[in-house]
Protein backbone atom coordinates (compact mmCIF):
# COMPACT_ATOMS: atom_id res chain seq x y z
CA UNK A 1 0.00 0.00 0.00
CA UNK A 2 1.26 3.37 -1.15
CA UNK A 3 1.61 5.73 1.67
CA UNK A 4 0.68 9.24 0.81
CA UNK A 5 2.40 12.12 2.07
CA UNK A 6 0.64 14.95 3.96
CA UNK A 7 -0.14 18.41 3.46
CA UNK A 8 1.54 19.88 6.02
CA UNK A 9 4.73 17.07 5.15
CA UNK A 10 4.76 18.42 1.83
CA UNK A 11 4.61 22.25 2.74
CA UNK A 12 7.13 21.75 5.21
CA UNK A 13 9.62 20.09 3.00
CA UNK A 14 13.23 21.42 1.13
CA UNK A 15 12.16 21.94 -2.57
CA UNK A 16 15.29 23.81 -3.51
CA UNK A 17 17.16 22.71 -6.19
CA UNK A 18 20.21 20.25 -5.31
CA UNK A 19 23.14 18.90 -7.37
CA UNK A 20 23.90 15.27 -7.44
CA UNK A 21 26.50 13.02 -5.67
CA UNK A 22 29.34 10.76 -7.18
CA UNK A 23 27.90 7.35 -6.25
CA UNK A 24 30.84 5.20 -7.89
CA UNK A 25 33.39 5.50 -10.88
CA UNK A 26 37.23 5.21 -11.85
CA UNK A 27 39.27 6.28 -15.20
CA UNK A 28 36.03 5.31 -17.54
CA UNK A 29 33.43 7.46 -16.15
CA UNK A 30 31.37 8.10 -12.79
CA UNK A 31 27.88 7.45 -12.06
CA UNK A 32 26.05 10.33 -10.05
CA UNK A 33 22.75 10.38 -8.16
CA UNK A 34 20.63 12.69 -6.27
CA UNK A 35 19.23 10.92 -2.76
CA UNK A 36 15.83 11.61 -1.15
CA UNK A 37 18.09 12.84 2.11
CA UNK A 38 19.22 15.63 0.21
CA UNK A 39 15.68 16.25 -1.79
CA UNK A 40 13.15 14.77 0.18
CA UNK A 41 10.64 15.65 -2.52
CA UNK A 42 11.98 12.05 -4.50
CA UNK A 43 10.99 10.01 -1.73
CA UNK A 44 7.51 11.30 -1.39
CA UNK A 45 6.81 11.16 -5.83
CA UNK A 46 8.75 8.05 -5.83
CA UNK A 47 11.35 9.44 -8.40
CA UNK A 48 14.48 8.37 -8.79
CA UNK A 49 17.36 10.83 -10.43
CA UNK A 50 20.78 9.89 -11.88
CA UNK A 51 23.62 11.00 -14.43
CA UNK A 52 26.28 8.63 -16.16
CA UNK A 53 29.28 10.70 -17.22
CA UNK A 54 31.66 8.79 -19.38
CA UNK A 55 35.23 9.42 -20.57
CA UNK A 56 36.77 8.13 -23.96
CA UNK A 57 36.58 4.64 -24.15
CA UNK A 58 34.38 4.27 -20.82
CA UNK A 59 32.00 1.50 -20.76
CA UNK A 60 29.26 1.23 -18.65
CA UNK A 61 28.65 -2.40 -17.37
CA UNK A 62 25.88 -4.09 -18.36
CA UNK A 63 22.68 -3.82 -15.81
CA UNK A 64 19.23 -3.44 -15.19
CA UNK A 65 17.21 -1.29 -12.84
CA UNK A 66 14.19 -1.52 -10.65
CA UNK A 67 12.58 1.25 -12.14
CA UNK A 68 11.13 2.50 -15.57
CA UNK A 69 13.32 5.46 -16.85
CA UNK A 70 13.54 8.07 -19.31
CA UNK A 71 17.05 8.38 -20.31
CA UNK A 72 18.70 12.14 -21.97
CA UNK A 73 21.67 12.64 -23.62
CA UNK A 74 22.68 16.05 -22.24
CA UNK A 75 26.47 16.02 -23.83
CA UNK A 76 28.57 14.11 -26.24
CA UNK A 77 28.22 11.20 -28.83
CA UNK A 78 28.03 7.49 -28.16
CA UNK A 79 26.30 4.21 -28.37
CA UNK A 80 23.81 2.78 -26.01
CA UNK A 81 23.58 -1.22 -26.13
CA UNK A 82 19.82 -2.18 -25.69
CA UNK A 83 18.27 -5.36 -24.92
CA UNK A 84 14.47 -5.34 -24.25
CA UNK A 85 12.79 -7.68 -22.49
CA UNK A 86 12.36 -11.15 -24.20
CA UNK A 87 13.86 -9.70 -27.05
CA UNK A 88 16.43 -12.50 -28.67
CA UNK A 89 19.03 -9.78 -30.06
CA UNK A 90 20.11 -6.48 -28.81
CA UNK A 91 19.75 -2.98 -30.28
CA UNK A 92 23.34 -0.85 -30.84
CA UNK A 93 22.00 2.37 -30.74
CA UNK A 94 23.82 5.27 -32.19
CA UNK A 95 22.89 8.62 -29.35
CA UNK A 96 24.02 12.04 -29.49
CA UNK A 97 23.14 14.78 -27.79
CA UNK A 98 19.61 15.91 -27.50
CA UNK A 99 18.48 12.33 -27.49
CA UNK A 100 15.73 10.86 -25.32
CA UNK A 101 14.96 7.28 -24.70
CA UNK A 102 12.19 5.13 -22.54
CA UNK A 103 13.69 2.19 -20.63
CA UNK A 104 11.13 -0.04 -19.80
CA UNK A 105 11.53 -1.95 -16.78
CA UNK A 106 13.69 -4.97 -17.41
CA UNK A 107 15.90 -3.53 -20.31
CA UNK A 108 19.30 -4.00 -20.14
CA UNK A 109 21.21 -1.59 -21.27
CA UNK A 110 25.44 -0.64 -21.26
CA UNK A 111 26.51 2.65 -22.56
CA UNK A 112 29.91 2.75 -24.47
CA UNK A 113 31.83 6.20 -25.52
CA UNK A 114 34.44 5.85 -28.13
CA UNK A 115 38.03 5.99 -27.45
CA UNK A 116 38.58 8.64 -29.99
CA UNK A 117 35.87 10.82 -28.39
CA UNK A 118 36.82 14.40 -27.82
CA UNK A 119 33.93 14.94 -25.26
CA UNK A 120 32.67 13.48 -21.88
CA UNK A 121 29.57 11.23 -22.65
CA UNK A 122 26.81 12.74 -19.92
CA UNK A 123 23.49 11.18 -19.96
CA UNK A 124 20.64 12.07 -17.24
CA UNK A 125 17.91 9.62 -16.26
CA UNK A 126 15.00 10.47 -14.66
CA UNK A 127 12.41 7.65 -13.48
CA UNK A 128 9.80 6.02 -11.63
CA UNK A 129 11.00 4.48 -8.32
CA UNK A 130 7.10 3.81 -6.72
CA UNK A 131 7.92 -0.15 -7.66
CA UNK A 132 11.69 -0.16 -7.08
CA UNK A 133 13.46 -1.39 -3.50
CA UNK A 134 13.99 2.68 -2.25
CA UNK A 135 11.54 5.07 -2.93
CA UNK A 136 13.26 7.78 -4.70
CA UNK A 137 16.37 6.42 -5.69
CA UNK A 138 17.60 3.37 -8.80
CA UNK A 139 18.80 -0.01 -7.65
CA UNK A 140 20.94 -1.19 -10.59
CA UNK A 141 21.68 -4.78 -10.69
CA UNK A 142 25.13 -5.21 -12.39
CA UNK A 143 25.32 -8.58 -14.96
CA UNK A 144 29.40 -8.49 -14.18
CA UNK A 145 32.08 -6.92 -12.56
CA UNK A 146 33.23 -6.65 -9.11
CA UNK A 147 29.64 -6.06 -7.81
CA UNK A 148 28.53 -8.50 -10.42
CA UNK A 149 24.84 -10.67 -9.69
CA UNK A 150 27.10 -13.97 -10.72
CA UNK A 151 29.43 -13.22 -7.78
CA UNK A 152 26.79 -14.09 -5.69
CA UNK A 153 25.90 -17.56 -7.06
CA UNK A 154 28.38 -20.29 -6.05
CA UNK A 155 30.45 -21.66 -8.80
CA UNK A 156 28.33 -24.75 -8.85
CA UNK A 157 25.28 -22.58 -9.67
CA UNK A 158 26.98 -20.97 -12.39
CA UNK A 159 28.46 -24.12 -13.85
CA UNK A 160 25.25 -25.64 -14.57
CA UNK A 161 23.57 -22.33 -15.75
CA UNK A 162 26.00 -21.91 -18.72
CA UNK A 163 27.00 -25.13 -19.53
CA UNK A 164 30.85 -25.00 -18.07
CA UNK A 165 32.95 -26.66 -16.11
CA UNK A 166 33.64 -24.99 -12.64
CA UNK A 167 37.39 -23.77 -13.26
CA UNK A 168 36.19 -21.93 -16.19
CA UNK A 169 33.04 -20.45 -14.71
CA UNK A 170 35.05 -19.18 -11.57
CA UNK A 171 37.66 -17.50 -14.19
CA UNK A 172 34.94 -16.07 -16.17
CA UNK A 173 32.95 -14.33 -13.58
CA UNK A 174 36.24 -13.09 -11.95
CA UNK A 175 37.86 -11.88 -14.69
CA UNK A 176 36.19 -8.42 -14.46
CA UNK A 177 37.50 -6.31 -11.27
CA UNK A 178 36.01 -3.16 -12.48
CA UNK A 179 32.56 -2.40 -10.88
CA UNK A 180 30.03 -0.92 -12.57
CA UNK A 181 31.95 1.35 -15.05
CA UNK A 182 35.34 0.39 -16.58
CA UNK A 183 38.09 1.78 -19.30
CA UNK A 184 38.36 -0.18 -22.37
CA UNK A 185 41.88 -0.81 -23.44
CA UNK A 186 43.10 1.28 -26.78
CA UNK A 187 42.23 -0.90 -29.79
CA UNK A 188 39.50 -2.93 -28.21
CA UNK A 189 36.47 -3.30 -30.98
CA UNK A 190 32.86 -2.83 -29.82
CA UNK A 191 30.05 -3.29 -31.51
CA UNK A 192 29.06 -1.16 -34.36
CA UNK A 193 25.85 1.12 -34.08
CA UNK A 194 23.34 0.74 -36.15
CA UNK A 195 21.32 3.78 -37.25
CA UNK A 196 17.92 1.59 -38.21
CA UNK A 197 17.88 0.51 -34.65
CA UNK A 198 17.02 3.95 -33.41
CA UNK A 199 13.94 3.68 -35.20
CA UNK A 200 10.68 3.68 -32.33
CA UNK A 201 13.81 3.73 -29.81
CA UNK A 202 14.77 7.44 -29.84
CA UNK A 203 13.51 11.12 -30.25
CA UNK A 204 15.95 13.73 -30.86
CA UNK A 205 14.96 16.80 -29.29
CA UNK A 206 16.73 19.15 -31.28
CA UNK A 207 15.00 17.46 -34.38
CA UNK A 208 11.89 16.90 -33.67
CA UNK A 209 9.14 19.38 -34.59
CA UNK A 210 7.89 22.03 -32.04
CA UNK A 211 5.00 21.71 -30.26
CA UNK A 212 5.13 25.59 -29.14
CA UNK A 213 7.36 28.24 -30.64
CA UNK A 214 7.05 31.97 -29.42
CA UNK A 215 9.10 34.18 -31.02
CA UNK A 216 11.01 36.04 -28.73
CA UNK A 217 9.98 33.47 -26.15
CA UNK A 218 10.69 29.92 -25.87
CA UNK A 219 10.33 26.69 -27.52
CA UNK A 220 9.06 23.10 -26.23
CA UNK A 221 9.43 19.36 -27.37
CA UNK A 222 7.40 17.53 -25.78
CA UNK A 223 7.36 13.18 -25.55
CA UNK A 224 4.29 11.34 -25.42
CA UNK A 225 3.07 8.16 -27.14
CA UNK A 226 2.88 10.00 -29.71
CA UNK A 227 6.20 10.18 -30.84
CA UNK A 228 8.00 7.83 -29.05
CA UNK A 229 5.49 5.02 -28.26
CA UNK A 230 7.68 3.49 -25.54
CA UNK A 231 6.48 6.30 -22.78
CA UNK A 232 4.04 4.39 -22.77
CA UNK A 233 5.53 1.18 -21.37
CA UNK A 234 7.12 3.66 -19.01
CA UNK A 235 4.12 5.77 -17.65
CA UNK A 236 6.35 8.76 -17.68
CA UNK A 237 5.76 11.85 -20.22
CA UNK A 238 8.91 14.63 -20.72
CA UNK A 239 9.60 17.87 -22.46
CA UNK A 240 12.42 20.00 -23.36
CA UNK A 241 11.82 23.59 -22.87
CA UNK A 242 14.29 26.36 -23.98
CA UNK A 243 13.51 29.97 -22.85
CA UNK A 244 15.23 33.01 -24.14
CA UNK A 245 17.11 35.66 -22.37
CA UNK A 246 14.71 37.58 -19.62
CA UNK A 247 11.52 35.53 -20.90
CA UNK A 248 9.42 34.15 -18.34
CA UNK A 249 7.04 30.77 -18.34
CA UNK A 250 3.50 30.97 -17.86
CA UNK A 251 2.68 30.16 -14.12
CA UNK A 252 0.81 26.31 -14.35
CA UNK A 253 0.27 22.99 -12.79
CA UNK A 254 -0.18 19.78 -13.91
CA UNK A 255 -3.76 19.17 -13.68
CA UNK A 256 -3.92 15.16 -13.51
CA UNK A 257 -1.89 14.73 -10.35
CA UNK A 258 1.18 14.63 -11.34
CA UNK A 259 4.99 15.61 -10.47
CA UNK A 260 7.26 17.58 -12.11
CA UNK A 261 10.69 16.79 -12.20
CA UNK A 262 12.88 19.37 -13.62
CA UNK A 263 16.45 19.30 -14.53
CA UNK A 264 18.27 22.43 -15.85
CA UNK A 265 20.51 21.83 -18.67
CA UNK A 266 21.70 24.84 -19.07
CA UNK A 267 21.58 28.88 -18.25
CA UNK A 268 19.88 29.73 -14.93
CA UNK A 269 16.70 31.90 -13.93
CA UNK A 270 14.35 32.73 -11.01
CA UNK A 271 11.76 30.09 -10.01
CA UNK A 272 8.59 30.41 -7.87
CA UNK A 273 6.56 27.54 -6.88
CA UNK A 274 3.17 28.50 -4.96
CA UNK A 275 1.42 25.97 -2.70
CA UNK A 276 -1.60 25.32 -0.87
CA UNK A 277 -3.61 28.83 0.76
CA UNK A 278 -1.42 30.83 -1.51
CA UNK A 279 1.91 30.33 0.40
CA UNK A 280 5.12 30.67 -1.69
CA UNK A 281 6.67 27.02 -0.83
CA UNK A 282 10.04 28.14 -3.07
CA UNK A 283 11.76 31.49 -4.21
CA UNK A 284 15.58 30.69 -5.64
CA UNK A 285 17.46 30.59 -8.54
CA UNK A 286 18.22 27.38 -10.37
CA UNK A 287 21.22 26.81 -12.61
CA UNK A 288 22.81 24.15 -14.85
CA UNK A 289 23.15 20.66 -12.96
CA UNK A 290 20.58 20.84 -10.12
CA UNK A 291 17.56 19.54 -10.05
CA UNK A 292 14.28 20.19 -8.56
CA UNK A 293 10.04 18.99 -8.07
CA UNK A 294 7.03 20.36 -8.20
CA UNK A 295 4.60 18.89 -6.02
CA UNK A 296 1.28 17.92 -7.55
CA UNK A 297 -0.96 20.48 -8.20
CA UNK A 298 1.33 23.08 -7.31
CA UNK A 299 1.81 26.10 -9.33
CA UNK A 300 5.13 27.31 -10.82
CA UNK A 301 6.86 29.86 -12.66
CA UNK A 302 9.88 31.02 -14.17
CA UNK A 303 12.24 33.80 -15.43
CA UNK A 304 15.39 33.02 -17.44
CA UNK A 305 18.71 35.34 -16.64
CA UNK A 306 20.17 37.20 -19.90
CA UNK A 307 21.42 34.10 -21.03
CA UNK A 308 18.28 32.08 -20.95
CA UNK A 309 17.21 28.71 -19.79
CA UNK A 310 16.91 25.11 -20.72
CA UNK A 311 15.56 22.90 -19.29
CA UNK A 312 14.30 18.92 -19.19
CA UNK A 313 11.53 17.76 -17.24
CA UNK A 314 9.73 14.34 -16.36
CA UNK A 315 6.26 14.23 -15.82
CA UNK A 316 4.48 11.07 -14.10
CA UNK A 317 1.71 10.32 -16.69
CA UNK A 318 2.60 9.29 -20.31
CA UNK A 319 0.35 12.05 -22.04
CA UNK A 320 0.66 14.98 -19.29
CA UNK A 321 -1.85 17.48 -19.27
CA UNK A 322 -0.86 21.31 -17.82
CA UNK A 323 -3.72 24.24 -17.26
CA UNK A 324 -2.26 27.92 -17.69
CA UNK A 325 -2.62 30.80 -15.26
CA UNK A 326 -1.54 33.58 -17.67
CA UNK A 327 -1.70 33.96 -21.23
CA UNK A 328 -4.05 33.47 -24.49
CA UNK A 329 -4.82 29.63 -23.24
CA UNK A 330 -5.16 31.25 -19.67
CA UNK A 331 -8.06 29.54 -17.43
CA UNK A 332 -8.58 33.48 -17.03
CA UNK A 333 -10.05 33.80 -20.49
CA UNK A 334 -12.55 31.18 -20.15
CA UNK A 335 -14.07 32.28 -17.19
CA UNK A 336 -16.98 35.08 -17.77
CA UNK A 337 -16.57 38.31 -16.90
CA UNK A 338 -19.23 38.42 -13.89
CA UNK A 339 -17.55 35.42 -12.34
CA UNK A 340 -13.96 37.28 -12.80
CA UNK A 341 -15.29 40.48 -11.34
CA UNK A 342 -16.28 38.90 -8.59
CA UNK A 343 -13.72 36.83 -7.73
CA UNK A 344 -11.03 39.27 -7.97
CA UNK A 345 -13.63 42.14 -6.33
CA UNK A 346 -12.87 44.36 -8.71
CA UNK A 347 -14.96 46.73 -11.16
CA UNK A 348 -16.04 46.07 -15.14
CA UNK A 349 -13.19 48.15 -16.38
CA UNK A 350 -10.75 46.50 -14.73
CA UNK A 351 -11.58 43.26 -15.56
CA UNK A 352 -11.60 44.10 -19.02
CA UNK A 353 -7.98 45.54 -18.66
CA UNK A 354 -7.27 42.57 -17.66
CA UNK A 355 -8.74 40.17 -19.99
CA UNK A 356 -7.14 42.54 -22.69
CA UNK A 357 -3.74 41.28 -21.78
CA UNK A 358 -2.09 38.22 -23.29
CA UNK A 359 -4.30 37.86 -26.00
CA UNK A 360 -1.06 36.15 -28.38
CA UNK A 361 1.05 35.41 -25.62
CA UNK A 362 1.02 31.47 -24.87
CA UNK A 363 2.55 29.69 -22.37
CA UNK A 364 5.98 32.26 -22.68
CA UNK A 365 6.25 36.46 -22.41
CA UNK A 366 8.94 38.20 -23.91
CA UNK A 367 10.40 40.81 -22.41
CA UNK A 368 8.95 43.80 -22.97
Not at 1 to 25: C, F, H, I, W
Not at 89 to 105: C, N, R, S
Request: a negative charge; charged letters at 20%.
Amino acid sequence: MVQRTSNAEVMSMDLSPKMPVKAYGGDGGAYYDWSPADLPMLGAASIGAAKLHLAAGGLSLPSYSDSAKVAYVLQGAGVCGLVLPEAAKEKVIPIKEGDALALPFGAVTWWHNAQDSSAELVVLFLGDTSKGHVPGKFTNFQLTGATGIFTGFSTEFVARAWDLDQDSAAKLVSTQPGSGIVKLAPGHKMPEPRAQDREGMVLNCFEAPLDVDIKGGGRVVVLNTANLPLVKEVGLGADLVRIDGHSMCSPGFSCDSAYQVTYIVRGSGRVQVVGIDGTRVLETRAEGGCLFIVPRFFVVSKIADETGMEWFSIITTPNPIFSHLAGRTSVWKAISPEVLESSFNTTPEMEKMFRSKRLDSEIFFAPN
